[in-house]
């Protein structure tokens, strides 16, 4: 499908339209509530056909923002049609009135820009790398607005993605309505997602590319406490995929640094998992003995144009490096981290090993997006360095939703 020439020409008023409402603030619990409480395709497609376009709207008018060394990159302008398109994609839905054959076209529609997306990370990580080799990665204020608009770019793709599979798996036709997908899922989320589980899945996984790589990797001891309501399986409810991807990044590093800083020695020192299930967070805490990070570069682990691994040439070319790649690891995990209104630290001995902890809300009522939102003083962070209100506050959820959601969830009850 091609952008018309038309439309093209009203993409700036549409766009500033939409860029002037905020995003609405989902929680996990809301997620839940309606995926299992007279789940319904057209209430989802009502919404959805006003909150997407303003999530994309609201990150597409940051792109323009861009310094002009990153924005004219091929790689980046190439994302920014990606975008273009599935802005208009969505368009099309914006007065049609909703029946069986329009939902059936919307959720044909979603996939087409779930699939279209689906390199976006790294795509732009390209454009970025396009910008390094003809600019150079001197230049700090270009550093920092780079950074500032990745980590907003990236947590904006997340909940985008986030909306879109949820709709998918709960009314796409080959999933009755309602139910999710399999093992008492509601689209996308466990309601009884079982941490330990999901960590030794992604620690196994890790741990067979470090063997291919290497040919060898260290054990693993897993524990777990929960000292409030003495569960013998600590659960929550969490979107299992967004912990594994943190995970697994996590583990990654964990067992390279291991292996390196001790492969000439008899034996690899364990790593240690510990989960506890706290009043108000869930905690997961990995350490290794992998030699540590001087203090000086713990910061850099989180910025998107420092890795210390060999990076691929380009998008395609990731698998070459099993446990490594553009050294986005560790900053989009812990985006997924804050998405619901989480965290990620990190904090290295120098010399010894690094603890990696994870910090996830106990409470879904409690879990809430963290999504980037565009005003006018945004601009002025990408001139110059001043703090401003650009982020969604997880503690104005409440407040903060629209008359149209409140109204939209309300009449699911």
């Known amino acids: 499908m091609r952008i018309s020439f038309r439309l093209l020409q009203r993409m700036p008023k549409i766009l500033d339209r939409y860029s002037q409402y905020h995003p609405s603030v989902l929680t996990i619990q809301k997620f839940i509530d309606f995926g299992t409480t007279n789940a319904s395709s057209q209430k989802s497609f009502l919404f959805l056909r006003k909150e997407i376009p303003v999530r994309l709207a609201n990150i597409m008018k940051e792109i323009h923002l861009l310094p002009e060394q990153l924005l004219l990159m091929p790689s980046v302008q190439l994302v920014e049609g990606w975008y273009l398109q599935s802005f208009q994609d969505i ?5 049609a009135s909703p029946d069986d054959a329009v939902e059936a076209k919307f959720i044909d529609t979603l996939d087409m820009i779930r699939n279209r997306h689906r390199t976006v990370v790294e795509t732009m990580a390209q454009g970025v790398l396009e910008m390094k080799e003809n600019f150079g990665d001197d230049n700090v204020t ?19 993605r986030m909306l879109i599979h949820q709709h998918c798996l709960l009314f796409a036709k080959n999933i009755n309505p309602g139910s999710g997908s399999q093992h008492g899922h509601v689209g996308a989320i466990d309601p009884e997602c079982d941490v330990m589980t999901v960590a030794q899945d992604a620690y196994e996984n890790a741990r067979f590319l470090c063997d291919q790589y ?3 990797s260290p054990e693993c001891d897993f524990s777990s406490q929960c000292p409030f309501d003495k569960e013998d399986l600590i659960t929550m409810t969490y979107v299992p995929s967004h912990l594994y991807h943190m995970l697994f990044e996590l583990f990654k590093n ?4 291991v292996v390196e800083f001790h492969q000439d020695k008899p034996e690899l020192p364990s790593l240690k998992v510990l989960l506890v299930k706290g009043r ?3 905690t997961i805490k990995l350490s290794d003995q992998g030699g540590g990070i001087r203090r ?3 910061d850099l682990l989180f910025n998107y144009m420092y890795s210390t691994a060999p990076r691929p040439p380009n998008p395609d070319a990731t698998a070459t490096t099993p446990l490594a790649g553009y050294g986005y690891g560790l900053p989009l995990s812990r985006l997924y981290a804050k998405y619901f209104n989480g965290d990620l630290w990190l904090n290295s001995v120098d010399g010894y090993g690094t603890d990696a902890t994870i910090y996830l809300k106990v409470f879904p009522s409690e879990a809430s997006e963290l999504l980037p939102v565009y005003n ?3 601009s002025m962070k990408y001139e110059r360095s001043i703090p401003v209100g650009d982020w969604s506050d997880p503690s104005q959820t409440n407040s903060s939703c629209s008359h149209y959601l409140k109204h939209f969830l309300e009449s699911q009850s």
């Open 254 to 257: 964990a067992l390279r640094a």
């Open 296 to 298: 000086s570069e713990v």
């Open 214 to 216: 290497y040919m060898m």
């Open 376 to 378: 006018k003083t945004v």
């Open 280 to 282: 108000e967070d869930l």
């Open 91 to 95: 368009l099309q839905f914006e007065n």
């Open 142 to 160: 270009l550093e920092q607005r780079t950074q500032y608009f990745l980590d907003r770019f990236y947590m904006s793709r997340i909940s985008i």
